[in-house]
């Protein structure tokens, strides 16, 4: 029965198969059908319930060959290329089949010839957003702009590029510091959770000092240059107690019978007060005074457009005048009325600490290249406010991050067209202690628990809010911080909004897009997914169809391919205009890029790991002097291969070009993917723009703009290659520094940083721990419940001591972190009775791991360096535990001696150097 065999079709999966020795080729009356024994055919369908050859190839016939050409049977996985449990029949129309080369481990094998991409037919065309932004004009001339597109600063393309920063789990000592760090990153603005129980913890008594102060958090953006995205509530969650919402209105709720974020006169009322008292910490501080603040976000996460009009006409009222107002895109309403006056952001993450799963979820969509955009509505653009910059950890969900989770994610974001990046979190937080209740007890801190008032919520620690972000609960770069800061750095050299993104017109082997005009643009790939080995894809070659139907082969040369390493992504450039140089493509990354003098500039690329280094040039009258590469003339191109970098930072290819009577020439420099790509920072420096690369020592370069530059290091002594030669570099003793290296473009300098004896640390167990806690199900959230204080009685009980910290801590030439290497269930640090931070056990072991700022939290607590002494809390780990409710994946489970463990490995000093080097 010809329907039956219909019916059996599953969904169709594009991958490819081969057959099982033994397959013959076969006939139906007088149509030829082909099996493809020792062939790799894509584009098959799995049919389920067939159990023999015979019944796979009679179904194919049955279907004809409009329907089926192609049909194969295999017993076991082990007999063709798919996973586990899709052996069986696999049938359909496929034209692409060639010999077997070789099985990709379940992934798609490549079709036959190269991956073809048509680029769009022109770059996107604006059209008007739809509603009015009045105050788009500031008081220094500046003026901003929004569009389909995206947003235009004084007339041009602006790509926004932010991250998250909550000031009240940042000491307002570190404000400056932190905020620099996140500029050093690439980001252009931050965005501010505005949690309204850090504001008005007691009813009528709104505190605006210390962490709180945020007008002094406003003035400090603005002096470092970074714009603002203020995020107001009155409810944004950001996993604070409550949401954000204070004790106070959910009791004053409960009593009085009035729902919480809805359109109600009662509860209204109560966010008109608090709103009110915030826009007098803004006033002065919006775009249109000459101040940072570009958006407000009203509320978080509703689809009410209801209340969220409500909430509108509120700050409007109270004189709140940002360029425009936002709100976020998920959950999204059935429509919007039209004129609606709200921009809607999006975004994404890697994982989902917030399941309750007791399996790996990674968000494996997210690593995949969108055909369409969440536009909400007509006329407004694609921008992020929550693309994940980490993931935390929960006490029921141990989730263990690796820093190539999350710039592989946003390499697919800005494929897929994104004109706007925001990072939830960038920078990770340590909750403030409660101002009514200052205690350690996880019944009333303020960050979100199974115990606040307004229900169970996601088990969090108390005080960390570490968020394996790009910098740490304490502003510690991490790997992807940098990794990130390379595509920032393409973002703002490149004028990537108008380019059109476009992906192959089916699945293929590899992911892969481009964002083009049609001619130049960029070439995205991403062979990585968090949760899974990507295996090598092999024989690529990229065909790509301009909006003129010329083709470009990346490789060039014909009958070449190359193979896309598993785990790896990566952003190629595509008819690129570099200095004199027309870059028509390149297998190298764009790092960053500055002006040598008046007519040279240097271009700084990198390698791609794992892929030959080949660039292909216009020959249009440029010399080429690349010594010991090959230099090929290919048409009316220059094909350079058998590239390599340099460890001297000497320039591999040196470009020439005669314009307008004068010699131009750009230089080349080539550095290696990640390791000295990664330590590779562009800024300008008063009135020159300059590039420095760190040696692998140093974790930080950063400036305010002026003539200093901050730079951070692990030893002592570091080494900075800076490029253009400055006419004067000097130290913090304003004296010349000196010179180790003088190149063709970068003079590598010697820093040293005033000599300081580092503190010892010792560590004395002084109460061991009693049995493991038997974790409860919380019966509201059904998620395993952290520890009460009662539990926290049972845990093992350490001294920590500073030696030799008297009178000399903190300094200026130094900043000190302890870390606690330990295996447990959870721990938490004091000093006396106060807890400075706490952890879940996620085994982490370097990035990510406990770790205490301890000049970071010195100004609110001068007794870090008066004592030296402190408490550290551990809680035993239980095996039926992750057996049963705490997740942790099996690869991170500790081997277990017996039922439990409790580990304390190390309790050490991390110290950061710092020097200030003033350049001119």
């Known amino acids: 029965d010809i329907m039956a065999v219909f019916c059996l079709l599953a969904v169709p999966v594009i991958i490819a198969v081969y057959g099982a020795p033994g397959s013959v080729q076969t006939s139906c009356g007088n149509e030829t059908f082909m099996n493809i024994t020792g062939q790799e055919c894509w584009g098959l369908t799995s049919v389920s319930n067939l159990t023999s050859a015979v019944e796979c190839q009679n179904a194919c016939c049955l279907m004809g060959t409009g329907k089926c050409n192609v049909w194969n049977y295999c017993n076991e996985a082990s007999e063709c290329s798919v996973k586990p449990g899709q052996g069986g029949c696999w049938l359909g129309v496929s034209s692409t089949c060639k010999p077997v080369s070789g099985w990709l481990g379940g992934k798609l094998s490549v079709p036959q010839g190269p991956l073809q ?162 826009a007098k910490q803004m006033v002065g501080y919006y775009f249109k005074d ?108 141990r989730i263990h991050m690796i820093s190539e989770d999350m710039p592989s994610l946003h390499l697919v ?90 992906l192959p017109t089916s699945d293929m082997p590899l992911r892969y897009a481009a964002r083009s005009d049609g001619t130049s643009g960029y070439l995205f790939v991403n062979n990585y997914e968090r949760g899974t080995n990507m295996s090598d894809v092999k024989d690529i070659q990229f065909e790509l169809v301009l909006k003129d139907n010329t083709t470009m082969r990346i490789p060039r040369q014909n009958g070449t391919s190359l193979t896309v390493p598993g785990n790896s992504y990566f952003i190629w450039p595509l008819n690129q205009q570099l200095g004199v140089v027309n870059m028509e493509y390149a297998t190298l990354q764009f790092v960053c890029s500055a002006p040598a003098d008046t007519n040279d500039n240097i271009i700084v690329m990198s390698s791609t790991d794992g892929i030959p280094m080949e660039l292909s040039i216009a020959n249009d009258g440029v010399k080429a002097t690349c010594p010991g590469a090959t230099v090929s003339q290919i048409g009316t191109s220059l094909l350079i291969t058998n590239l390599d970098t340099t460890a001297d930072l000497e320039p591999a290819c040196t470009f020439s070009k005669q314009i307008n009577g004068q010699m131009h020439t750009t230089f080349l420099v080539l550095v290696d993917d990640h390791t000295t790509a990664n330590r590779v920072w562009n800024y300008a420096i008063g009135e020159k723009e ?35 030669t400055p006419s004067q570099v000097t130290n913090n003793q304003n004296l010349p520094m000196d010179v180790l290296h003088q190149g063709t473009v970068f003079t590598t300098y010697s820093v040293t940083v005033p000599h300081v ?47 030799g910290i008297e009178g000399k801590f903190p300094n200026e030439n130094v900043e000190l972190r302890i870390a606690v290497d330990y295996i447990a269930d959870a721990a938490r640090f004091y000093l006396g009775s106060k807890c400075l931070t706490d952890n879940w056990y996620s085994a982490y072991e370097t990035d990510g791991r406990m770790e205490i700022g301890l000049d970071y939290l010195s100004a609110e607590n001068q007794e870090i360096y008066e004592s030296g002494n402190f408490t ?28 439990s463990i409790l580990i304390l490995n190390n309790v050490s000093i991390v110290s950061l150097f710092k020097s200030t080097l003033t350049i001119k």
Request: hydrophobic residues 35%; aromatic residues 12%; proline residues 9%.
């Open 117 to 278: 991409l048509k680029l769009a037919s022109g770059p996107i065309l604006p059209t008007p957003l739809p509603y009015p932004t009045p105050h788009n004009v500031s008081t220094t001339g500046d003026s901003m702009s929004i569009d389909s597109v995206g947003f235009k600063y004084n007339g041009k393309r602006w790509f926004p590029i932010g991250g998250e920063f909550h000031p009240g789990r940042v000491p307002q000592s570190e404000w400056r510091e932190q905020l620099l760090r996140m500029k050093g990153g690439g980001l252009n603005s931050v965005s501010v959770y505005v949690f309204w129980i850090h504001f008005e913890e007691e009813e009528g008594n709104f505190v605006f000092t210390g962490r709180r102060d945020l007008r002094t958090f406003l003035q400090i953006c603005k002096e470092v240059g970074l714009k603002v995205l203020m995020r107001i509530g009155p409810w944004d969650h950001g996993e604070c107690r409550n949401g954000g919402h204070p004790d106070w209105i959910i009791q004053k709720a409960a009593e009085q019978g009035f729902p919480l974020r809805k359109n109600n006169t009662q509860y209204l009322s109560y966010v008109t007060k608090m709103y009110n008292q915030l």
């Open 290 to 397: 000459g101040g940072p603040i570009f958006g407000v976000q009203l509320d978080n996460e509703t689809p009410d457009l209801e209340y969220l009009s409500a909430l509108y006409d509120i700050a409007m009222a109270a004189g709140i005048q940002p360029v425009t107002y936002t709100k976020t895109g998920w959950p999204s309403p059935k429509a919007y009325p039209p004129g609606y006056p709200m921009l809607p952001y999006f975004g994404g993450y890697p994982d989902l600490f917030w399941s309750n799963s007791m399996e790996p979820h990674p968000s494996t969509g997210n690593y995949h290249f969108q055909r369409t955009a969440p536009y909400a509505t007509d006329g407004t653009p694609w921008v992020d406010v929550e693309i994940g910059g980490g993931m935390a950890a929960a006490y029921n969900q």
């Open 413 to 502: 974001d800005i494929g897929s067209g994104v004109n706007g990046m925001g990072y939830y979190m960038y920078h990770g937080g340590n909750n403030p202690h409660s101002l009514l209740d200052p205690s350690d007890n996880p019944n009333s801190t303020l960050q979100e628990s199974s115990f606040q008032p307004a229900g169970a919520a996601n088990p969090m620690p108390s005080f960390s809010y570490d968020f394996f972000a790009p910098l740490g609960e304490f502003g510690q770069p991490r790997r992807h911080y940098h990794e990130m800061r390379r595509l920032h750095t393409l973002l703002q050299d490149s004028n990537m909004s108008p380019l059109a993104s476009t």
């Open 690 to 724: 300059y590039i420095m690369i760190g040696s692998q020592d140093v974790q930080l370069i950063l400036t305010n703009g002026s003539s200093d530059v901050y730079v951070r290091g692990l030893t002592e002594s570091f080494n900075v290659s800076v490029a253009p």
């Open 757 to 803: 004896d580092i503190p010892s640390v010792s560590y004395e167990l002084k109460k061991a721990a009693g049995p493991p806690r038997t974790v409860p199900i919380n019966p509201h959230n059904h998620k395993a419940q952290e520890p009460t204080m009662d539990e926290w009685k049972a845990a093992a009980e350490y001294t920590v001591l500073l030696h």
């Open 872 to 899: 550290l809390s551990i809680l035993p780990l239980s095996k039926s535990s992750l057996e049963n409710i705490v997740f942790l994946e099996k690869q991170y489970w500790p081997q277990f001696s017996s039922d």
